[in-house]
């Protein structure tokens, strides 16, 4: 079975600053790895994702994540962040069968200050 | 929009009651995903179908049923209801079992 462990609960950021957001994760198996984000009073909307290839993956309003298989960890940063970064944000992995659902983590929320 | 889409977008009911909540997946999505967020236990894989057919079962309660229908189509069925029942409630789908997931944007259920 797979495990997401997000380091933060949260994180306040001033806007433009860098930010990064910590996943690790466990699994005996290879796996696929996601980010979501899930803005006030909305649903899911995936960020980015590693399936295979490059470990560096970017993905929509500026963020890329890293897989490190060694570290076993899938770490989201943004250069310079904006107030409507403000969000919460899911890390989740997936076994690369099929046979188990997507686990997520807990959650960071990011609070962008101006 | 992800084009996943959820009704009703709030409901709210009374301890003891039952209610059905629905999904429409992307259009050739044929798997459906049942998730359940609350502030304490986050998001909860409760249960997944592909094409009709039962694949996957998480932390769902046996006050819960869920089906998907020969147009793909789901419906999460939450009976007894309990204050603690009171979350958001998630659909996702995906083209098959292995693929991304895009989520809808939830039903908001309130128990009183």
């Known amino acids: 079975a797979q495990s997401v462990t997000q380091l933060d609960s949260q994180v306040p950021v001033f806007e433009e600053a860098p930010v990064e957001l910590r996943c690790n994760y466990s699994s005996s198996v290879s796996v696929y790895l996601f980010w979501y984000v899930q803005y006030p009073n909305q649903g899911l909307q995936l960020l980015l994702k590693y399936l295979s290839g490059s470990t560096l993956v970017k993905g929509i309003n500026g963020f890329e994540a890293e897989f490190n298989k060694s570290q076993t960890s899938f770490h989201l940063r943004k250069p310079s962040v904006h107030i409507s970064d403000t969000a919460e944000y899911f890390c989740?992995?997936?076994?690369?069968?099929?046979?188990?659902?997507?686990?997520f983590g807990k959650g960071t929320r990011l609070s962008v200050i101006a | 929009d992800s084009g996943v889409t959820q009704t009703p977008k709030h409901l709210i009911t009374a301890t003891g009651q039952r209610v059905t909540l629905r999904c429409s997946p992307r259009?050739?999505?044929?798997?459906v995903y049942w998730y359940q967020q609350s502030l304490d236990q986050g998001l909860q894989f409760l249960i997944q179908?592909?094409?009709?057919?039962?694949?996957a079962k998480g932390n769902i309660l046996e006050r819960f049923s869920a089906q998907q229908f020969p147009d793909l189509h789901s419906e999460l069925n939450l009976s007894s209801l309990e204050l603690g029942d009171s979350a958001l409630y998630f659909c996702?789908?995906?083209?098959?079992?292995?693929?991304?997931?895009?989520f809808g944007p939830g039903t908001r259920l309130t128990v009183l």
């Open positions: 259009s050739g999505d044929l798997s």
């Open positions: 179908y592909y094409n009709g057919e039962e694949r």
């Open positions: 996702a789908s995906s083209p098959h079992t292995t693929d991304t997931q895009y």
């Open positions: 989740a992995v997936s076994d690369r069968s099929g046979n188990t659902p997507l686990v």
